[in-house]
């Protein structure tokens, strides 16, 4: 069965500092990688998806990820974190199992000091 | 261009009463829908999902129902809710051989 883990259920930074947040998965092929993100009170925004080709997938908002299948890890980073980016940020894990289902992981609450 | 809205935005009931929660998607044909629950502190949890019209797949046993009557249209019920029926509701969509999910803004539910 599919799963996802985000081990950090929330992590602070300074605004200008890079950023890291991890996230594993476990499935028995290469799935489909996904990062999203949440304000407070909202939707979900897709920031990146990858599935195959280069394992450094670029995002919206210059936000990256990379795939690493030895470590099944999909860790999404940033160079420089704005105030902005304080957010709720999810990775997810989907795959075509009668239909496409997308199983998230538990969250990642970024919080950025002034 | 394609949008999805979902009301309310906000809801408070009591236990044991009746639940509604609509979601309409537009400018796209056929999209598979779904419900996901967001509780307090954790990750999303998909509730329901439809290919179509009328098929329903229910992911979890509990204590609420989908429904979808037109294409585009989505329902979240219940008859009777519970406290831990408590949360924050998400309807999304998708497209046939597009993997990424488009959200609305969610329904944030308090059951007293």
């Known amino acids: 069965a599919q799963s996802v883990t985000q081990p950090d259920i929330h992590i602070t930074v300074s605004e200008g500092a890079s950023l890291e947040l991890r996230c594993n998965y476990s499935?028995?092929?290469?799935?489909?990688l996904f990062w999203y993100v949440q304000s407070p009170g909202q939707g979900l925004q897709l920031l990146l998806k990858y599935f195959s080709g280069d394992t450094l997938v670029q995002g919206i908002k210059g936000f990256e990820a990379e795939f690493k299948r030895s470590q099944s890890s999909f860790n999404l980073r940033k160079p420089s974190v704005h105030w902005s980016d304080a957010a709720e940020y999810f990775c997810a894990v989907g795959a075509w199992t009668g239909g496409f289902k997308t199983i998230f992981g538990a969250g990642t609450r970024l919080f950025v000091k002034a | 261009s394609q949008t999805i809205h979902q009301w309310p935005a906000t809801l408070v009931q009591p236990v044991g009463s009746p639940l509604s929660l609509e979601c309409t998607v537009e400018?796209?044909?056929?999209?598979?829908l779904y419900w996901y629950r967001q509780a307090a502190g954790r990750g999303l949890q998909l509730l329901f999902y439809s290919v179509g019209i009328g098929q329903i797949s229910s992911e979890v046993p509990q204590n609420l129902s989908a429904s979808r009557p037109q294409d585009r249209q989505f329902i979240l019920s219940s008859k009777k809710l519970l406290l831990s029926d408590s949360g924050f509701y998400l309807c999304a969509w998708d497209q046939d051989q597009d993997e990424k999910l488009f959200f609305g803004s969610g329904t944030q539910l308090s059951v007293l």
């Open positions: 499935y028995g092929a290469t799935p489909y």
């Open positions: 400018g796209t044909s056929n999209p598979n």
